[in-house]
């Protein structure tokens, strides 16, 4: 049988690591073994000069004490001699202090102690000179009994003159064995420091390698990478707050949603944002789910995930177009009901006069003809005559027709007069509009269902005021109906409601005004709006801007 082959040893790959783990664990080592290492020699180093300056002290202090009347008396009577009392005097000296040698010598460098006997009588093999100046010297040298850390001192005799010098010497050897003991515990003391710093890389490493989910730093490049690409590329702002409430993080959508020019990065939201609901929804301050929210002319829909280090992350969609397609919806509706009253109604109106013209009354059925139409007619001229701007005055006759079929009363007040002159006819729709049908909505049921509307100007301010017959509304939720989200009506279509007396004041305070709702006389509500600025100069010659239906400017 033919041997089955057999795969390939795996060969071993050494290289540098990729895991983030294993990266920080090795350079933790390399830096702690360093570290260790460089302590040791810079330990090291000043012990060694210290020992070598002790050394020398020392021998400078034998020296010293070697300058005895005994040594002088002999350097002076007597001859450099092996039995001689100089050397005798310094070899008792030598024993005594555990010295190297003691040398005597005089003024020309003979040596009168050593030693070696044989070298009594010889000259000095380093330079004595210095000692022999008068001065004092500790040295590092290397003579006949090798190197050694020198002491030397002058002698004097009794009159101060110098007669010779003292070198005494203490075997280098020594020193070094004195460094080499130190090193065995010196070196302990760094194993016992660099094995505490690799247990401590080692731990530091594995919470690393927890937080980090062991992935590899080209992995954690890509993700940063990919969040980047994410954050700035979906069509959803996001919004990173920290613990304390400063923006961590805005992306490219959140700073068009909510009208900044940066990212704020480092600020808190509130001196970005400044006060009002949007903050409120993003900190956290009102809670909930799918919260709806206006910043300028977005109606916006936030939500807010805490995360587990105290700050939060916040998400805004855009839903003013779905908003505006739902309040499109709403009137779409309103007038469906409308138009088929209006059915029902003009086929009773045709069947009158079918049964006139059947019972041949002619002059009744011109008549009943007449009065029909002149009843609308009268609404739209009413309106009109009051009313100059096209787009306004199309939108009280419907807002007059609808209120017909449901049973409240639409007028005008006596003092009602605004000229072809408005700055922003649009806006104005969206202020009127909201606050009919708000008003509409609260007079049916009511005994005597009306609602009056007033228009004026005053200079270039517009003053708009919308009263109706309604419950009214309470003192102390006065300033609350003008919240976002705000409402006591059940929820149409879209879902949604809360957001018309939101949008009028926002409207009014972004032109400077004012929206403000009271008491009526004789009952029910009354909300009044200022808008200054509203209207153009006598002089102006702005066109006017094109209308468009009502429906599509309303807003609640």
Known sequence: MRPEPTAPPRRLRLGWPQRVFSQVL???????????????????????????????????????????????????????????PVQ????????????????????????????????????????????????EVMEIDSGTLGRSARGKVPLHDDEGRIIGAVSVGIEYDSVRDRLFSAIPGLLLYAGGALAAGAIAAYLISRRLQRQTHDLAFSDISALLAEREAMLHGIREGVVALDPKGRIRLMNDEAQRLLGLESNGRGLPLEQLLGEGRTTDVLTGRVTGEDLVTVRGHRVLIANRMPTHDG???????????????????????GLIDALRAQDHEHANRL??????????????????????????????????????????????VGKAT?????????????????PDRLVDPRGLVT????????????????????IEVEMHSEGRTAVLRVADSGPGVPAEQRELIFTEGWTTKELPAHGKRGLGLALVRRLAERQGGSARVREAEGGGAEFVVVLPEALSDLTGTEPDPEPEPAGTAEAR
């Open 26 to 84: 090795l350079m933790q080592l390399a830096i702690a073994t360093g570290v260790t290492v460089l302590a040791t020699g810079f330990f090291l180093a000043p012990l060694s000069a210290q020992l070598d300056d002790q050394a020398m002290r020392r021998a400078l202090a034998i020296a010293q004490t070697a300058s005895s009347p005994e040594i002088v008396n002999g350097l002076t009577h007597t001859r450099p001699t092996a039995t001689g």
């Open 88 to 135: 005798a005097e310094a070899e008792r000296i030598r024993r005594a202090t555990d010295a190297e040698y003691v040398v005597v010598m005089d003024t020309s460098g003979v040596r009168w102690s050593h030693t070696s006997l044989d070298q009594i009588g010889k000259v000095v093999s380093t330079d004595p000179s210095a000692a022999l100046a008068g001065r």
């Open 311 to 333: 700050g939060a992350v916040a998400t805004l969609r855009d839903r003013t177009e779905l908003e505006q397609l739902g309040r499109e919806l709403d009137s779409t509706h």
């Open 351 to 396: 069947h009158t006069l079918l049964g006139l013209l059947e019972l041949e009354m002619h002059e009744e059925a011109v008549d009943f003809v007449t009065e029909v139409v002149g009843v609308h007619r009268a609404t739209a001229e009413q309106v009109t005559e009051k009313v100059h701007d096209p787009l306004l005055a199309s939108l009280l």
């Open 402 to 418: 609808v209120a017909a079929e449901r049973g409240v009363s639409l007028r005008l007040a006596p003092e009602t007069l605004l």
């Open 431 to 450: 202020v009127v509009g909201n606050l009919v049908d708000n008003a509409m909505d609260a007079a049916c049921g009511s005994a005597d269902p009306r």
